[in-house]
């Protein structure tokens, strides 16, 4: 039986308390299930988080064959963006606060400020809001898709990740699947000690929390167990990395885990082991300032640089290859416009597109076939200065 349809077929026999929960979280949202108009290009797409601490919003823009970007459409979360003590273009501190699951064809943005995720389901540019449900803790930063599991990652209170199942297009909480991370943080904790981002392993049985600026044993990957009904383990493999400062994480083409090490300005390849541990294989500085993010694109990867290096004032991208065997090799950096932070790349690899929060503008680039970055423009979007949370479709 496929992952999928296990969780389907856990969730159908969990009895009352899930039928219960899924009720009061409907009725708690006053939204109807909704879809998406027809009428726009599928898959050409690019979607953008403000995070405005007045009122989160997504923003919709087309993508057109030569990569460049139009305002198409701008949406409500009908939550709260956020914005951590300390931070200046990057409001969150963290990777992955806006996230696509392509299997439902479905879009989760978080709400800091609220305490809140919104779920839109999602046709070409257009989206629908489908529900607002509570993160299950305080200030939501990040979150990772499987199947029918969802963990969103929690960043003051000590940080927690919080786990649900999607019913039919909605979340519903399930208390069993919280994990406190026992970080430590507060709301007044700087944003350079608040976890970065929760991934899923490429086969989905390993879930993955990057943890930065706390202790020596709290810079560290944390590696949950996650069992075939989506159920994290009781507690986590600490991969402690003293001063690292792991930030922000995801896979290379031959599934290495990759990890942005702030601390040394670096990008890190492991080996992500099935017992939760893991090896470095390499590691190769990005010669440029406060580099926290990293995007894939075919078998290259982007590092975001907020502090940039390439042109004084101005923020960075660096490209990276990474071989069969996790060897890291520095492409060159690109200068990009202030304050480079989250990052996504079109599914083919062939576009990226960064959000530059001092000045909230989303910098539009070709992948060459050697990993050089081409500038095609740039949009400047509302009210999301220091915004982060970026998918391209």
């Known amino acids: 039986m496929s992952r999928t349809r296990t969780f389907r077929a856990l969730t159908a026999s969990a009895g009352a308390t899930v039928v219960l929960t899924a009720g009061l979280l409907a009725a708690g949202t006053g939204l109807a299930a909704a879809q998406p108009q027809d009428g726009a290009r599928a898959g050409h797409a690019?979607?953008?988080?403000?995070?405005?601490?007045?009122?989160?919003?997504?923003?919709?823009?087309?993508?057109?064959?030569?990569?460049?970007?139009?305002?198409?459409?701008?949406?409500?979360?009908?939550?709260?963006?956020g914005q951590l003590t300390g931070s200046a273009v990057d409001h969150l501190a963290?990777?992955?606060?806006?996230?696509?699951?392509?299997?439902?064809?479905?879009?989760?943005?978080?709400n800091a400020g609220s305490n809140t995720v919104s779920v839109f389901a999602v046709g070409g540019d257009r989206l629908a809001l489908r529900q607002v449900v509570s993160s299950g803790g305080s200030f939501p930063v990040s979150i990772a898709v499987r199947a029918d599991a969802v963990y969103?990652?929690?960043?003051?209170?000590?940080?927690?990740?919080?786990?649900?199942?999607?019913?039919?297009?909605?979340?519903?909480?399930?208390?069993?699947?919280?994990?406190?991370?026992?970080?430590?943080?507060?709301?007044?904790?700087?944003?350079?000690?608040?976890?970065?981002?929760?991934?899923?392993?490429?086969?989905?049985?390993?879930?993955?929390?990057?943890?930065?600026?706390?202790?020596?044993?709290?810079?560290?990957?944390?590696?949950?167990?996650?069992?075939?009904?989506?159920?994290?383990?009781?507690?986590?493999?600490?991969?402690?990395?003293?001063?690292?400062?792991?930030?922000?994480?995801?896979?290379?083409?031959?599934?290495?885990?990759?990890?942005?090490?702030?601390g040394l300005g670096s990008l890190v390849t492991y080996r992500?082991?099935?017992?939760?541990?893991?090896?470095?294989?390499?590691?190769?500085?990005s010669t440029q300032k406060a580099t926290c993010w990293v995007a894939p694109a075919g078998r290259y990867l982007f590092t975001g640089n907020a502090g940039g290096g390439v042109t004084p004032g101005r923020g960075s991208l660096t490209g990276f290859s990474s071989s069969p065997t996790g060897t890291l090799t520095n492409l060159g950096s690109t200068a990009t416009d202030p304050g480079t932070v989250d990052a996504s790349a079109t599914p083919d690899g062939r576009y990226l597109y960064t959000q530059t929060g001092a000045n909230g503008i989303v910098d539009e680039l070709a992948v060459g076939s050697h990993g050089t970055l081409t500038e095609i423009g740039s949009v400047t979007v509302a009210d999301a200065i220091g915004g982060e949370g970026i998918v391209a479709l």
Do not use: C, M
Request: aromatic fraction near 6%; avoid cysteine.
């Open 94 to 110: 963290s990777q992955g606060s806006l996230t696509y699951d392509r299997d439902s064809q479905e879009l989760y943005a978080v």
């Open 152 to 262: 969103v990652l929690d960043a003051l209170g000590g940080g927690a990740v919080q786990g649900y199942r999607n019913v039919s297009g909605r979340l519903v909480l399930v208390p069993g699947w919280n994990r406190a991370l026992g970080l430590g943080t507060t709301a007044s904790t700087p944003f350079t000690q608040t976890p970065g981002q929760v991934a899923f392993s490429p086969d989905g049985s390993q879930l993955i929390v990057t943890t930065k600026g706390n202790t020596a044993s709290n810079d560290a990957i944390d590696v949950f167990g996650i069992d075939r009904s989506g159920r994290p383990s009781a507690t986590a493999v600490v991969n402690a990395e003293p001063g690292a400062l792991p930030f922000a994480a995801t896979f290379d083409a031959d599934r290495h885990l990759v990890v942005t090490d702030t």
């Open 272 to 285: 992500l082991r099935a017992d939760g541990t893991v090896t470095q294989i390499d590691a190769v500085s």
């Open 46 to 81: 690019v979607f953008v988080q403000t995070d405005s601490t007045a009122g989160n919003q997504i923003v919709a823009y087309d993508r057109s064959a030569n990569g460049a970007l139009a305002l198409a459409n701008t949406y409500d979360t009908h939550g709260l963006g």
